[in-house]
């Protein structure tokens, strides 16, 4: 999957969309963590502040659970 940049909805709305579905599918199942913002920018060619709106929207949606010094991880049930 990818970014397109030029779409009316913003890449960090695209992007959560994306890990979402990732989720969904089980490929981040429970409890695993997610990649790193890094390779998150990397992967989608996207800035660090736009992976990090993606995530807190999954946070916000209860999908995600950061934790300091360690990273973010796909919530259990």
Known sequence: MTIDHGAAEFPYLQLAGILRERIRTGQYPAGRKIPAFVA??????LSGMTVRRAVNVLAAEGLVEKIPGRGTFVKRD
């Open 40 to 45: 998150l920018e990397q992967e989608f060619t």
